[in-house]
């Protein structure tokens, strides 16, 4: 039962010199209703843009989206009415993402009104209840987001984007803005705000460790394509394309024998410019075991053990 289908999902943007940025180049991948997806990959490896092609931030240069079986572009009036209240988005940055003239309360009740969803006593009680449900008070809805800290104004960012009851929350680095300390209270939030209404998460990172924790399923992306797809236990105990395991042999582990033998795979060189990407795998420069044909053809996306994807001629 997939909520969400991408297939061959294209973002480009034209750059001035006739450059162009293939920013998302050719995804495809399905989120199950109710399963949270990570997609990591390194800063610039193009999943923020995913994300906001999937919620039609931006425009999608080719492909194809689906929300419960119907095309995303084609969804106009009160079908499109309906997906923007499905699908909500919670920002990297709770300092930029809120508006600082305006209360908690304002904030949080904004698209309740754009919805026509509650009005009067019915949506002040609503507000109070979504900051009780993200671990604050009903007196924060008269303050304002300076009066509280980072891993706050997160909870006021996730309130604001439950209060319309949508189906569907990508997370965009959610937590990677916060200190430390706080990360992990924030990610259990998600998930048990999970449990409670059933939600499904596009939940995005650049950290391996922090995903894989929270996450059913992974997507790695690597300027701009996805390299390797499967559920967090097997992309953990067997990643099979080299650059999740540069990624994975990066993450410390407690055991300290198994540490031990574990080696630290360290990818050659720099990451390419994503304007500059180079022929055949995109990973080939960095690529430990590139061989010849990596520079001649792209590895097809495949399904190498069931459920289990990856891009990589080894394979
Ligand atoms: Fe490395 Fe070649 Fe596989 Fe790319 S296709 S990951 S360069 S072995
Ligand atoms: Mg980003």
């Not at 199950?32 to 193009?46: A, M, N, P, Q």
């Not at 940055?93 to 969803?117: C, F, Q, W």
């Not at 582990?253 to 060189?269: C, F, L, N, S, T």
């Amino acid at each position: 039962d997939n909520i969400l289908e991408v297939r061959n999902l294209q973002k480009h943007f034209n750059l001035s010199n006739n450059r162009v940025l293939k920013a998302v180049d050719g995804l495809n991948f399905a989120i199950k209703r109710g399963e949270t997806f990570g997609l990591v990959g390194e800063s610039g490896c193009g999943k923020s843009t995913t994300g906001r092609t999937i919620i039609r931030l931006y425009e999608a240069s080719g492909g194809q989206i689906l929300f419960n079986g119907e095309d995303v572009q084609k969804m106009s009036g009160e079908k499109r009415k309906k997906f923007n209240r499905d699908m909500q988005m919670v920002f990297q940055d709770p300092y930029a993402s809120l508006n600082p003239r305006m209360t908690v309360g304002k904030i949080i009740g904004e698209g309740m009104e754009i919805h026509g969803l509650y009005s009067g006593k019915e949506k002040k009680e609503r507000i109070s209840q979504l900051l009780r449900d993200v671990g604050l008070n009903e007196e924060h809805a008269s303050r304002f987001p300076h009066e509280f800290s980072g891993g706050q104004r997160q909870r006021i960012g996730i309130a604001r984007a439950l209060a319309i009851e949508p189906q569907f929350i990508i997370a965009d680095e959610p937590i990677s803005a916060l200190d430390v300390s706080v990360q992990a209270q924030v990610v259990n939030l998600f998930k048990k705000l999970q449990k409670d209404r059933g939600l499904t998460y596009l939940f995005i990172a650049h950290d391996l460790a922090m995903v894989k924790h929270i996450s059913d399923r992974i997507g790695v992306m690597y300027l701009g394509k996805l390299v390797e797809v499967a559920t967090s236990d097997k992309l953990n105990a067997k990643p099979l394309h080299p650059y999740t395991q540069t990624l994975l042999s990066a993450i410390p582990v407690p055991d300290p024998d198994v540490q031990k033998q574990r080696k630290r795979i360290i990818p050659q060189g720099e990451i390419p410019s994503p304007l500059n990407p180079p022929s055949g795998c995109p990973f080939r420069t960095r690529c430990p075991h590139a061989m010849d044909q990596c520079a001649a053809t792209m590895p097809p996306f495949k399904e190498v053990e069931p459920g289990h994807y990856a891009a990589c001629h080894l394979l």
